[in-house]
């Protein structure tokens, strides 16, 4: 399972979600999307903004949660 920590990332930056949209240009659904795991895909563009405004690595934007954990 792949969890979006977007959310972390925002707290970190003490920013709100509506703040990184204003920034990042991206629409606050799609943020909301990828603060809650909602999000079905991504394009780079996307990726590029988050990354250049949260001062970050895309990995640092996801966390790959193997299937056994889920499941306990």
């Known amino acids: ?3 979006s920590r ?3 990332l925002l707290a970190v930056n003490e ?3 509506k703040e990184l949209a204003e920034k990042t240009g991206i ?3 799609t943020i ?4 809650t ?4 895909h991504i394009p780079l563009n996307v990726l590029d903004a ?3 405004t949260l ?3 895309p990995g640092d934007l996801f966390e790959y949660i193997p299937n056994s954990k889920t499941e306990e």
């Not at 909301?32 to 603060?35: E, G, T």
């Not at 795991?37 to 079905?40: E, H, I, L, P, R």
């Open 1 to 3: 399972m792949i969890k």
């Open 6 to 8: 977007v959310k972390v």
């Open 15 to 17: 920013m709100t979600q």
């Open 27 to 29: 629409r606050l659904p």
């Open 32 to 35: 909301s999307a990828l603060c």
């Open 37 to 40: 795991g909602n999000a079905k």
């Open 50 to 52: 988050l990354c250049e």
């Open 55 to 57: 001062n970050c690595q």
